[in-house]
């Protein structure tokens, strides 16, 4: 439910890595900012962008919607019942585990399918224990969540600015952003 944790971020880089596997469409849904559309349209990502509301192409394999910074909970609803893996990232600090804590009991109380949902924890330090220390805290609530952790690399903004996926970006720790990426695209796939 907050901001800046890195959703589009981490919509456009995952879109680019499930494109590895097959056919891979973007739905920015994030009408007001359009921040992951933006992207795949200024640059060479091969995935297809979709406009919310459109048809997906025959053929596409994967479908990673890019929502908007508040959702309506009867949006995120709908989502995880059309959808076989929900993530909801959140940066591994107190402010945003409380949120994310807060965000999953009102996913369940307005009759989501809980089966669907992830946490990703997303912007950890790339040095220490931090994020692993959220996604432990995290799973020791109870929370589903995912094993993977996206660590905060300068890269990431780059690969924004230069409207490649974080791998094509000329940043020595470009490949560490990478592997995180392609970490937890094995994992949801």
Known sequence: MKG???????AVNLAGALAMRGPTALMDADAAIQTSGGWIARGAIPVTLLEE???IPAGTRYLVVDTEGRPEIDDMVELTRQSHVVLIPTA???VEVEATAKLLRRLEDAGANMKTIRIVV???PPVGSV???ARDEL???GMPV???VIRRYTA???AHEQAVLVRNTQDSRAENAWGDILSLTVEVC
């Open 4 to 10: 800046g944790v890195g959703k589009s971020t981490l």
């Open 53 to 55: 509301g459109a048809a």
């Open 92 to 94: 591994p600090n107190s």
């Open 122 to 124: 997303t912007k950890a």
């Open 131 to 133: 994020g692993q220390a």
């Open 139 to 141: 799973r020791a609530m």
């Open 146 to 148: 995912c094993e993977t």
């Open 156 to 158: 990431h903004e780059r």
